[in-house]
Nanobody, 121 residues
């Protein structure tokens, strides 16, 4: 069992930035990827970004490409999501996730509890 704990969410004005953190209780398998998803009220959970533990392979959703940077610190079992130029439509609960495949929410093996990000206009 792997526990994921997110932090860093909050209320921010449009145009601002946030850095979310996710720390795993233990190192996952080397072939597991770490990912961020988000879910806005009344909407499905959607993929935001993913990374492997070496940090060399990243993937981003089109909606955040150019505004988000995902990074990993394998020594701390922690991944980060830097979001810049925040928009009101970025308002959602952001979830950390891990699994062998994390392209969609149905493929994730473990989820964190989520952290709320609210962007005011």
């Amino acid at each position: 069992q792997v526990q994921l704990v997110e932090s860093g969410g909050g209320l921010v004005e449009a145009g601002g930035s946030l850095r979310l953190s996710c720390t795993a209780s233990r190192r996952t398998f080397n072939n597991f990827r770490m990912a961020w998803f988000r879910q806005a009220p009344g909407q499905e959970r959607e993929f935001v970004a993913s990374i492997n533990w070496s940090g060399r392979n990243t993937n981003y959703a089109r909606s955040v490409t150019g505004r988000c940077t995902i990074s990993s610190d394998s020594a701390k079992n922690t991944v980060y999501l830097q979001i810049n130029r925040l928009r009101p439509e970025d308002t959602a609960v952001y979830y950390c996730a891990t699994g062998n495949i994390v392209d969609t929410s149905t493929q994730v093996s473990y989820w964190g509890q989520g952290t709320q990000v609210t962007v005011s206009s």
